[in-house]
């Protein structure tokens, strides 16, 4: 039996008006997963907020407000995983130079990095294409 693969291509401009539809595209993907044996709700939210985190991140910081660019994501189902990936024309950074947030005296910036890795099972940012692409995996199983 050939494995099923599903694949939603988003393209939107780089505004933040858009986190909103974005992050509901992503909990109707997370609703449909009729195989997942855990909380599709839960997993609704987290795939909301891992989404809504990373385009901001994107619009503000890889992208400074450009309103000529946009932000291109995909999320990919295939073989009892959820791959998100959110690409962006930036200058890029290292990713695992962010150091953790202290709990107690977090701020309104500086947890998004933070709380994708916490929600996600596989985490990476590189070079692709003149950009950089930020990969999210989470495994479905």
Same mark, same amino acid.
């Given at each position: 039996?050939?494995?099923?693969?599903?694949?939603?291509?988003?393209?939107?401009?780089?505004?933040?008006?858009?986190?909103?539809?974005?992050?509901?595209?992503? =909990?109707? @993907?997370?609703?449909?997963?009729?195989?997942?044996?855990?909380?599709? $709700?839960?997993?609704?939210?987290?795939?909301?907020?891992?989404?809504?985190?990373?385009?901001?991140?994107?619009?503000?910081?890889?992208? =400074?407000?450009?309103?000529?660019? =946009? @932000?291109?994501?995909?999320?990919t189902i =295939?073989?009892? $995983?959820?791959?998100?990936? @959110?690409?962006?024309?930036?200058?890029?950074?290292?990713?695992?130079?962010?150091?953790?947030?202290?709990?107690?005296?977090?701020? $309104?910036?500086?947890?998004?990095?933070?709380?994708?890795?916490?929600?996600?099972?596989?985490?990476?940012?590189?070079?692709?294409?003149g950009g950089?692409?930020l990969e999210?995996?989470?495994?479905?199983?």
């Amino acid at each position: 039996m050939k494995n099923e693969r599903i694949e939603v291509d988003i393209k939107v401009p780089n505004q933040t008006r858009y986190l909103s539809l974005i992050g509901k595209i992503g =909990e109707d @993907v997370a609703r449909t997963l009729k195989k997942y044996k855990g909380d599709r $709700e839960e997993l609704a939210y987290h795939i909301n907020l891992v989404l809504t985190e990373s385009m901001t991140n994107a619009i503000r910081h890889a992208h =400074e407000g450009d309103p000529t660019k =946009e @932000v291109h994501i995909t999320i990919t189902i =295939e073989d009892k $995983e959820l791959c998100i990936k @959110v690409y962006d024309q930036g200058q890029g950074f290292d990713i695992s130079t962010l150091p953790v947030p202290e709990i107690r005296c977090l701020e $309104e910036h500086g947890r998004g990095v933070f709380i994708i890795h916490t929600l996600m099972d596989s985490v990476s940012y590189r070079k692709f294409n003149g950009g950089h692409v930020l990969e999210m995996i989470k495994a479905l199983q």
